[in-house]
């Protein structure tokens, strides 16, 4: 079984779910975390897919053009990170034009799809139609089971197709006491090394496996923001200062694929 590297290529702010009116006034920090990923991926020679944020392509394109230089997958993250339960069908495919229109400089087109905050729930599935009539051939947006913003419980963990010809590969996760547990971001900077090595492992001995990571979380100097709800604050911003020597030890144990060579696009 193969193990894919995915990156949600946001700032610092976007998984913070800070208003977009707030964006301005906030210090731009993602070339930090964007030169330390890909100076650990280029030294283990690993490519990823990376799923780009419109309104962040849009203000660094040079960035974007480093990526896939390196040789690593562009796939979408929307434009403007929404949490895709709260908007209806026309701004959705707004969002997708606009990034299309981005991405046509450098390349045709998509072939992946991520929603932020993995918000593709049960009651919008009718996303991923707008992602099929959109030309997009997989999405993995999809968390199975539960978090404490989206997930569909009892949802299939393997890749597979869906009705409408879509590929998913959804959120690779792991049950520990009554939780679900997601293989990367803030779960991997809370558990203990070995453990969330143990258990990867384990689920590559079944099935295809991704790992999903942010820029922002080797900027361990981010700002905080005060006032926000209180454990997405945890989530972000906790354990941030070893996550880099945990990525470190994390692609010296494993070898990683991009998402279009696990789907044999």
Known sequence: MKLCFTVDWEDWYHGLYMPADSWAALERRIKIGHYRLLEILSKHNIKATYFLLGV????????VKEIKDAGHELACHTY???FLSKIGIDEFRDEIKKCKALVRVLQD??????????SIKKENLWTLDILKEEGFIYDSSIFPG????SGIKGFEKKMHILPNGL????ITNFSLLNFDIGVGGAYCRI???NYFKKKLKQIINERDAL????????DEKQPYIKGLNGRAVHTHYCNLRPAQRKLERLVNDFEFHPLQDILAL
């Open 80 to 82: 403007s990170h929404p």
């Open 167 to 170: 590929l998913e590969f959804p």
């Open 211 to 218: 790992f999903y990571f942010h820029p922002w979380e080797l």
């Open 191 to 193: 558990l203990p090394y």
């Open 56 to 63: 962040v392509m849009e203000e660094f394109p040079e960035l």
């Open 109 to 118: 087109n998509y072939y992946g799809f991520r929603a932020p905050f993995f």
């Open 146 to 149: 539960n978090t404490f913003r």
